[in-house]
């Protein structure tokens, strides 16, 4: 799966969530996912804001990548979706010396009653930070409300793509955005199987889940293909 990360990059990024303890296997007691989805692996993204040296590689990373992948240069704002999108687009913002925007899930609901944070000028061109991806889903929300706030989205940026459910990127694709993202779970379970990190007999479970990720979704109470 083509994401734009080199292999050393998203190795990389996997290791660097697996020694922090951002990645838990749990194939026993399923993790259920805000997409739906019940899975036996849960990833943390947000737990890396606690990590200075994890989180100034990922970030690192994650710039060069978008530079090669996209035009980053002619990027007007990196805007960060609530909550956990924001810390990333901070940090990328500032290593891009970028202005930034935050967008909420729902408009606040008082004063402004803005849905977008911060000055955003008409036509101009936005990154769109989110920490992760189950599927494209979540994600339509946000391209959403800063199109209607006058903005232009062609990309968003994750750390984790979890590259396993059928279609996931179908609604960015229609969109027109393009998902860039460091690493999945195969680069996950390959730095772990490597290193040691889980049992064999949780490795095992995770590639079962990985191998038929609706099937296992459905056996184990989550949803199943739309």
């Known amino acids: 799966m083509n994401n734009g990360a080199s292999k050393a990059e998203s190795l990389e990024t996997a290791k660097w969530l697996l020694d922090i303890k951002a990645v838990n296997f749990r194939p026993e007691e399923p993790y259920k996912l805000t997409a739906g989805w019940a ?6 993204c947000r737990w ?4 200075p040296e994890a989180r100034r590689r990922m970030v690192k990373m994650g710039i060069e990548m978008l530079e090669r ?3 980053l240069a002619g990027t007007d704002y990196v805007a960060g979706g609530e909550t956990a999108g924001i810390p990333y687009a901070a940090w990328i ?4 010396d970028k202005p930034m925007l935050y967008v909420r899930k729902k408009p606040k609901g008082f004063g402004r009653d803005a849905q977008i944070e911060g000055s955003l000028e008409q036509g101009k ?11 494209g889903g979540s994600k339509i ?8 706030a006058g903005g232009e989205v062609s990309d968003i940026f994750v750390v984790f793509f979890y590259g396993a459910f059928p279609n996931a990127l179908d609604a960015l694709r229609e969109a ?3 998902l860039h993202y460091l690493c999945t779970w195969e680069d996950v379970l390959k730095v772990a199987e490597d290193g040691n990190y889980f049992s ?24 199943g293909a739309d």
């Open 141 to 148: 929300n946000f391209v959403e409300a800063l199109l209607t």
């Open 200 to 223: 064999v007999e949780a490795i095992e479970g995770v590639r079962t889940f990985l191998a038929d990720p609706v099937g296992w979704s459905v056996a184990n109470g989550g949803k």
């Open 48 to 51: 890396v804001i606690s990590f």
């Open 176 to 178: 027109g955005v393009t």
């Open 69 to 71: 992948n996209m035009d």
């Open 93 to 96: 913002a500032a290593g891009t």
């Open 39 to 44: 899975s036996p692996v849960y990833i943390d």
């Open 125 to 135: 061109r936005v990154l769109l930070v989110e920490d992760l991806a189950t599927d």
